[in-house]
């Protein structure tokens, strides 16, 4: 399949993981199961308040939102530049502007602010355990994916000094 390799996946790199491919096997199945998985309430949390139900609610519906809002603009940005990969495809070039001005890895931020907005809309300690797990292994898949940019763009060092990881102006 033509965009597999244009994202740079390899043979080799499926048996040997050069290019972080178990981390995107890993990322797919966490999503897959976030997805699928049921909601799990503690039985003593039911919040009786309707006007703190449609506050919390509202809250969800904002990190929700701007976890989409985060997710496509950095598809458009990203461009031709896209891939699932945390290794950088071979002629790509780095992205400073739009979202990526604001955070270096919005799509994962964009994931993770999606995530925690269902698992607070529903109130599920099933996927607040799966959002923990997906933050960890953003976490992790940000830091190599960063150690590959350093190597091949001279200016991401800089890049990195000026814009936060995950979560604007904070982290």
């Not at 499926?14 to 039985?43: A, D, K």
């Not at 071979?90 to 001005?101: A, D, K, R």
């Not at 698992?119 to 797990?133: D, E, G, K, P, R």
């Amino acid at each position: 399949m033509k965009i597999l390799t244009d994202w740079g996946f390899t043979r080799e790199g499926w048996r040997n993981n050069s290019r972080g491919e178990y981390l995107v096997l890993l990322q797919g199945g966490l999503l897959t199961g976030f997805v699928i998985l049921p909601v799990y309430q503690l039985p003593g949390l039911k919040i009786q308040s309707t006007h703190l139900l449609y506050i919390i609610w509202f809250i969800a519906s904002i990190l929700g939102l701007t976890g989409l809002i985060f997710i496509i603009k950095a598809l458009r940005d990203l461009g031709k530049n896209l891939t699932p990969l945390p290794y950088p495809i071979e002629n790509g070039e780095l992205v400073q502007t739009g979202i990526y001005g604001i955070v270096r890895h919005p799509l994962y931020s964009g994931l993770i602010l999606a995530a925690l907005g269902w698992t607070l809309f529903q109130m599920s300690i099933s996927h607040l355990i799966v959002s923990a797990l997906l933050i960890i292994l953003f976490e992790i898949k940000a830091n190599r994916e960063e150690t590959w940019l350093t190597k091949k763009y001279p200016d991401y060092s800089e890049y990195r000094q000026r814009v936060k990881k995950l979560i604007p102006g904070i982290y």
